[in-house]
């Protein structure tokens, strides 16, 4: 059963820093990717950032480019998501989900395009004003 553990979640002040951590279990990390996604109140969830098991390439959405920085310890089947100069419309709980799909061992660049079907419960960021 693949088991996604996201934390490291909390309060922040702007411009302040958070790492997230995702741990997984019940699959075989190397041969899937690892997505992180956000959730603000009344918004649709959408697609941070991603790394491939593969080759290292990572994916950011514009709105994190600069600022967010995703790693992988694939001996600690856990990836990280280090956020450095929060905002407040980066308040949001945010979520890492797994996905077998070929095309993101290739390249983390198919991250807007993959379907994640495997969730874990969210982690709550909030970056006060």
């Known amino acids: 059963e693949v088991q996604l553990q996201a934390s490291g979640g909390g309060l922040v002040q702007t411009g302040g820093s958070l790492r997230l951590s995702c741990a997984a279990s019940?699959?075989?990390?190397?041969?899937?990717?690892i997505g992180w996604f956000c959730q603000a109140p009344g918004k649709e969830r959408e697609g941070v950032s991603c790394?491939?098991?593969?080759?290292?390439?990572?994916y950011y959405a514009d709105f994190v480019k600069g600022r967010f920085t995703i790693s992988s310890d694939n001996a600690k089947n856990t990836v990280y998501l280090q956020m450095n100069s929060l905002k407040p419309e980066d308040t949001a709980v945010y979520y890492c989900?797994?996905?077998?799909?070929?095309?993101?061992?290739?390249?983390?660049?198919?991250?807007?395009?993959?379907?994640?079907?495997?969730w874990g419960q969210g982690t709550q960021v909030t970056v006060s004003s």
């Open positions: 989900a797994a996905t077998p799909d070929y095309r993101l061992w290739y390249s983390a660049s198919y991250f807007p395009y993959v379907d994640f079907g495997n």
């Open positions: 019940g699959f075989s990390f190397d041969d899937y990717a």
């Open positions: 790394i491939s098991n593969n080759d290292g390439s990572t």
